[in-house]
């Protein structure tokens, strides 16, 4: 269950940073509470934090941040000034070469945040385990169980709500209206 919580913890990072790319005159998603203040952390605990990013590869969902967010903005800008094709794609450039790194950032929060979840031996007992045969193979099979796992219950919802929806349709024919 931690797996899917992080996979959906990632995707709920993915659509921030999606969404981080809106104009401010677009439409605005609802506001999002305040984060929990974060513990205070030793620079021990947040080496050994990153250290456990790094062993999950989980760098991989952010290295490519920047580029994206500069795509979407410069997609969004074009939609309404298709006649600023060329300088758009030359300020894209200068753009993403400016803010180039600053993905990094997002490392160093999670590095925080995960060392304010957990504490350094626990941080560091995490490490050592993903150092082990059965830590890589988690490392390596977890992503493609958790894979089937959502197709298999995407698979059930859509069976199961037909079994819901005839659930409903008898009921509501014993009460004498029927529905289709």
């Given at each position: 269950?931690?797996s ?23 439409q ?22 990153k ?23 410069k ?36 590095a925080k ?5 957990f ?25 493609k ?7 298999y ?27 289709s």
């Amino acid at each position: 269950m931690k797996s899917l919580s992080r996979i959906l913890s990632a995707a709920g990072l993915l659509l921030g940073l999606a969404l981080a790319a809106v104009p401010a005159g677009a439409q605005q998603p609802a506001p999002q509470p305040p984060a929990a203040p974060l513990k205070p952390a030793s620079p021990a605990a947040i080496a050994a934090a990153k250290e456990l990013l790094t062993l999950k590869g989980v760098g991989g969902i952010y290295t490519a941040a920047v580029p994206n967010l500069v795509q979407r903005a410069k997609d969004q800008l074009l939609a309404s000034n298709l006649n600023y094709q060329k300088d758009l794609n030359e300020v894209a450039v200068i753009v993403a070469q400016s803010l180039a790194g600053r993905e990094k950032e997002i490392g160093e929060q999670m590095a925080k945040i995960y060392a304010s979840d957990f504490t350094e031996q626990e941080l560091k007992d995490l490490n050592a385990f993903y150092k082990t045969p059965v830590g890589q193979k988690l490392l390596a099979q977890e992503p493609k169980s958790v894979q089937a796992s959502m197709a298999y219950m995407q698979q059930w919802a859509q069976s199961f709500s037909e079994t819901v929806m005839g659930e409903f349709r008898s009921e509501m024919k014993k009460r004498g209206k029927p529905i289709s």
